[in-house]
């Protein structure tokens, strides 16, 4: 069922059994699990089914510290939510990132990947994955020509990648429109999240739109699913009752934020064509393909975070320009226009590449941020047009981020120098040892992630191993904002699998009542 | 009689450090000073002007090693009756991480030592 809260009469009271704040790729995907079941489940959506730029503009802020995109359009905010025009690059987290290491501060989640791994597989199914298995040998059987370079596999393996073309907007609109027990609201911005006077459960939340209309929605569970930054937000302007805000007794809401580092790196340069379709990536005709990766044994040796690196062909990619660059449009839709360009204008120019450089790779990190509690997202003084305090984000890198880069090269370089396949050029930022800073021309995987980090000590997390917020009953937070760290892996699938995970708890509750 | 005696052990004193010395700067040298001085492996992937860069950067980076027989000793000493190919000499530069980094190029030592060369080589001719 679709309602639009602008058609509502002001002041209208909705009621249901659980009420879902946004609907991107977790709130949709916790919505489909209830479906068909003797339940009342209220979606609520900020937008509609379309791009608008008025309710786009609600997620503008202001960003200090590292050069990061505009954060209007760093997110989508319609139905469907940034699968709207996401690459679809999925992988799970590996089991080293769910561990406590002594080398990377406040990482640690209280739950295992095999705590993960049935909700894993039943992601697969919202996003339209192949079957659950990240297996390089696996892959090989199924795919031709995954031919692996041949590098130590104590040292370097193949991190196997899935591709999912799921815009949820599209692909579910009619099915959650049709669903008898599946509510959806769109305009339906949550402003305020009121809970009784201890402060221990969520009576309602009020909702807001342009068209100057407010709504109260009920419900006995309530699920924040908006993105790790709009979460935070949200938390914290909830702060009629509780001053500092919602679940932030210890000043831990909207802090731990971090992104995945997407950076060009080093130059892999073959002796010979090596014939594989292993490390290129096609978007609509790519099954599979991996990125190379070291293994945990050499991480924990070396002291590092974990990070993967792709492949793209350098008489390609020394012709683009970085992404932080190229978006920079406030409005998401030009911001894409400007890459896409760029994309065609680096094609051209590679034209006129020859000589060796065709047997030439640029080598692109993908690595998880170290958790720093001084990335954070606060609450702006200016307001948005419905009312609510505007994003304030300050991102901030450490050295570790940029040593862990450094050293992946130079293992990496040695690496490729004992199997004789080629040699490695590092790029000039990460030349100097003793350089810890990162230029402007850093990008990020426009990932927002922890921010209601998650961990079973209220001191140390927003929420609990189930996503719910410390100290109320029956507020969850669904999505990347529970990340207690980044992975490496874009955050999607993982994101998913918590919000089923989630779901799945939610159920379990009911059941149990 | 003690002067021919000091004669004779001056001689084979001499000879001692001689014969050895002319092995290796001499007959040695014909046999590989080619092979030394020519980066075959890292030519298949980098043009003339990018390995006589890097051969110029490592040779203005090591003072101690800036002439031809000093660079020609660092890359010999690695060359033994058990490591003839000099392939097998740099995979083992790698093996061991005797690895340093020329211009942003992760290259061996004995490939540092080879662009040296090769560099050298190229500016006095």
Redesign the interface.
């Known amino acids: 069922m679709h309602i639009d809260a602008r058609q509502l009469n002001n002041n209208s009271l909705i009621e249901g059994d659980i009420c879902i704040i946004g609907a991107g790729a977790a709130g949709i995907s916790i919505a489909l699990d209830w479906m068909d079941t003797p339940y009342k489940v209220i979606l609520l959506e900020g937008g509609g089914f379309e791009y608008d730029d008025k309710v786009q503009e609600l997620y503008a802020g202001k960003t200090t510290g590292q050069k990061y995109y505009p954060l209007k359009s760093s997110r989508l905010h319609y139905f469907g939510g940034t699968t709207g025009h996401w690459a679809g690059m999925c992988s799970p987290f590996d089991d080293v990132d769910f561990k406590k290491r002594d080398w990377v501060g406040d990482s640690g989640w209280p739950i295992t990947k095999k705590d993960l791994d049935p909700f894993y597989a039943k992601a697969h199914k919202p996003l339209q994955l192949g079957p659950y298995n990240y297996e390089y040998e696996y892959w090989n059987k199924e795919l031709p020509n995954l031919n692996p370079f041949p590098l130590d596999e104590q040292v370097v393996w193949n991190k196997m990648w899935q591709y999912s073309q799921a815009r949820f907007g599209k692909l579910y609109n009619k099915t959650i429109i049709n669903s008898k027990n599946v509510h959806l609201y769109t305009y339906a911005n949550v402003m305020d999240i009121l809970t009784n006077e201890s402060g221990t459960q969520v009576n309602e939340v009020t909702i807001k739109n342009h068209q100057g209309k407010t709504h109260k929605v009920r419900a006995t569970h309530f699920i924040m699913a908006c993105g790790a930054t709009q979460n935070a937000r949200l938390l914290l302007a909830s702060n009629s009752q509780a001053p500092k805000g919602l679940g932030n007794d210890h000043d831990l809401v909207g802090r731990y934020f971090m992104e995945h580092l997407e950076i060009a790196s080093a130059e892999l340069w073959l002796f010979k064509r090596f014939p594989t379709d292993l490390y290129r990536w096609h978007y609509g005709k790519t099954k599979s393909s991996a990125e190379l990766a070291l293994t945990e044994e050499i991480q924990k040796e070396k002291r590092i975070l974990n990070g993967t690196v792709s492949l793209s062909r350098l008489s390609l990619a020394k012709n683009l320009k970085p992404k932080i660059e190229t978006w920079q449009d406030d409005d998401p839709r030009k911001s894409r226009e400007k890459l896409n360009e760029s994309y065609d204008d680096a094609g051209e120019a590679s034209k006129n590449e020859t000589g060796n450089i065709r047997k030439a790779f640029q080598l692109n990190t993908r690595i998880e941020q170290a958790p720093n509690p001084n990335s954070r997202v606060t609450l702006g003084k200016e307001k948005d047009a419905l009312g609510m305090p505007k994003t304030q984000l300050h991102w901030e890198l450490t050295a570790l981020d940029k040593r862990s880069i450094r050293t992946i090269y130079q293992i990496l370089g040695q690496q490729v120098g004992i199997a004789g396949i080629g040699r490695i050029k590092l790029h000039e930022f990460l030349r100097d040892p003793e350089d810890d800073t990162f230029s402007d021309s850093t990008n990020a995987g426009w990932h927002h992630m922890g921010t209601t980090r998650m961990s079973n000590n209220p001191k140390e997390g927003v929420v609990d191993s189930n996503c719910k917020v410390h100290g109320i009953g029956n507020l969850f937070v669904a999505g990347s904002a529970c990340f207690t760290t980044s992975g490496a892996p874009n955050p999607t699938l993982t994101l998913v699998a918590l919000s089923l995970r989630l779901s799945q708890h939610i159920k379990d509750i009911i059941n149990n009542a | 009689m003690k002067r021919r005696k000091f004669f004779l052990l001056t001689a084979t004193g001499a000879a001692i450090i001689a014969i050895p010395s002319w092995y290796y700067f001499h007959k040695k040298k014909n046999r590989d000073n080619t092979l030394l001085s020519n980066p075959d492996?890292?030519a298949?992937?980098?043009?003339e002007e990018t390995l006589l860069n890097i051969g110029k950067k490592y040779y203005e980076e090591n003072p101690e090693e800036r002439s031809e027989k000093k660079l020609l000793k660092t890359l010999s000493k690695n060359i033994s009756s058990f490591k003839p190919n000099l392939?097998e000499v740099?995979?083992e530069?790698?093996?061991s991480?005797r690895?340093i980094?020329v211009?942003?190029?992760?290259?061996?030592v004995t490939e540092a030592c080879q662009c040296a060369l090769y560099y050298l080589k190229q500016t006095k001719s």
């Open positions: 492996m890292l298949q992937i980098w043009d392939n740099i995979q530069d790698y093996k991480g690895i980094i211009d942003g190029w992760f290259i061996s």
